[in-house]
């Protein structure tokens, strides 16, 4: 019999009726994808870990205040939480948040590749770095509604209310963003085919 882990829901309970333990699963589901997610945006490794305390810390206050009222959407809010933090952080700066994978980072690095063969490894490798490439070049705004959008897996609502922009803003950025990807894919004859 294999046993169902704990819902988000289940452990914000437990958490909140005292059990530490429920807190400590919740932040090893969660933390490398809200890590990640604030890494991209500050590029800077002692910022992006500060960050990421203070989102734990304002979560923990949220959910002993009784605030928290996300039910079943507890990673969005984190990711919504973590974004807003990395926005304040370059108003603070005076700096627009750049949404770009560095030499030492790939966002494609995180993403989990099932064991297939050593060849089609080594493809996807190639198709992730070219992909990479391609969405370097996009515009910041552009750029950053795709990696939301396809890393952050929120919806286009979530990242319009995230970026203060309407729906059909966010919409636009990513039409245009696969708009210019495609230009720059035939443009260049770059094949994304994998053999």
């Known amino acids: 019999m294999q046993v169902q882990p704990l819902t988000d829901q289940a452990l914000i309970s437990l958490y909140l009726n005292g059990d530490e333990r429920a807190f400590e699963e919740l932040l090893s589901r969660h933390k490398d994808k809200i890590y990640t997610s604030i890494y991209l945006f500050v590029k ?42 990395c926005v304040d952080h370059f108003r603070r700066n005076k700096r627009r948040p750049m949404v770009a994978p560095t030499d030492s980072f790939d966002i494609f690095d995180v993403l989990q590749v099932s064991d297939d063969n050593v060849e089609k490894k080594m493809i996807m ?26 890393y952050a897996d929120m919806s286009f609502k979530e990242i319009a209310k995230l970026t203060r922009v309407s729906i059909n803003t966010a919409l636009g950025r990513m039409r245009y963003a696969l708009i210019n990807i495609r230009k720059m894919v035939e443009e260049k004859e770059i094949s994304l085919q994998q053999s």
């Open 44 to 85: 800077d490794t002692a910022k992006a870990e500060d960050i990421f305390q203070d989102v734990f810390i304002k979560i923990i206050e949220t959910l002993r205040r009784g605030k928290y009222n996300h039910e079943g959407k507890f990673v969005q809010w984190a990711m919504r939480i973590s974004y807003n933090m």
């Open 125 to 150: 490798s190639e198709t992730h770095l070219k992909i990479r490439q391609l969405i370097d070049q996009l515009p910041p705004e552009q750029r950053e509604v795709v990696v939301l959008r396809h």
